[in-house]
């Protein structure tokens, strides 16, 4: 199986993992998803000084903290958390982070099923990328 023939790929190549920012501060790499796979793997990238609003989704999310530093939120419980540190965000459950000192806070997370939006907000990042592709032709 390879991306070429339209499967889920078996590697993953992060310097060709699609990314959008989702807001000032917040950017997101997806890494698994996108090729019909039931989860999504996403780096969530939070950057020094930056907060990402307190909020709930549908899916479920489980991580851990792939580098940096930051106080995170998970429903009425508040920790500081690390490098290879791991949570679980059950669905609906309200989250939030704020990155500490100077390095990006960034999680790997899981979630099930898949963000669709991460999948349609993909699309328009690659579509704009296409476009200013054409227009420094």
């Known amino acids: 199986m390879n991306e070429k023939e339209g499967r889920i790929p078996y590697f993953i190549d992060l310097k060709r993992a699609p990314r959008f920012s989702q807001m000032e501060g917040l950017e997101t790499i997806v890494l698994t998803g996108l090729h019909g796979e039931k989860m999504m793997m996403v780096?969530?990238?939070?950057?020094?000084?930056?907060?990402?609003?307190?909020h709930s989704h549908p899916h479920e999310q489980?991580?851990?903290?792939?580098?940096?530093?930051?106080?995170?939120?998970?429903?009425?419980?508040?920790?500081?958390?690390?490098?290879?540190?791991?949570?679980?965000?059950?669905?609906?459950?309200?989250?939030?982070?704020?990155?500490?000192?100077?390095?990006?806070?960034?999680m790997l997370d899981i979630f099930y099923p898949v963000r669709e939006d991460f999948i349609e907000k993909c699309k328009k990042s690659?579509?704009?990328?296409?476009?200013?592709?054409?227009?420094?032709?």
Do not use: Q, W
């Open 62 to 106: 489980i991580g851990m903290v792939y580098s940096g530093k930051a106080v995170l939120r998970i429903g009425d419980e508040e920790r500081i958390v690390k490098k290879g540190d791991f949570y679980c965000i059950p669905a609906n459950v309200p989250h939030s982070d704020t990155a500490l000192g100077v390095t990006p806070f960034i």
């Open 43 to 54: 780096l969530n990238i939070t950057k020094p000084g930056h907060t990402v609003p307190l």
């Open 126 to 137: 690659m579509e704009r990328k296409d476009k200013d592709e054409m227009s420094d032709m």
